[in-house]
């Protein structure tokens, strides 16, 4: 995993640095191979944003949190990108568990059928009284 950080109208400091190093070790439980994560520190109006960017092979993620301190903006902004994360994991997870036949679209359109059948049994008993 390749990490990139980037401070703007903020003073690059070792402990700030080590924080972003401890906070990236969290997503390489999620993503393997060439992956490259990317922060971005400033400071705007006594407001302290950081945001990530993670890129893939497969897969794009981003991110961007705002406190009145960089540390709580850093633990926001690795929140809200494990909470993405997650969710894309449960959804692919999901889509490749669950059955066709078991979706809503698919019992719709074979409700509709069951309907025509009954309907067009009823008409075959009419007709053939």
Known sequence: ?????????LDHTPALDERIREKSEKFEKYFQ?????QWFCWVHNDEHWAEIKVHGPKFDFFAKACADNMYKS???VVDKM???VEKQKDQKRNKMHSHPYETPKYK?????????EEYYEKYLEEKSA
Do not use: A, P, S
């Not at 995993?1 to 109208?9: A, E």
């Not at 191979?33 to 994560?37: A, C, E, R």
């Not at 719709?108 to 069951?114: A, G, L, M, S």
């Open 108 to 116: 719709e359109i074979q409700r509709c059928i069951d309907d025509e």
């Open 82 to 84: 494990e909470r993405q």
């Open 1 to 9: 995993m390749k990490l990139k950080i980037t401070f703007k109208h």
């Open 74 to 76: 850093l633990d926001l």
């Open 33 to 37: 191979g060439n992956t490259t994560v």
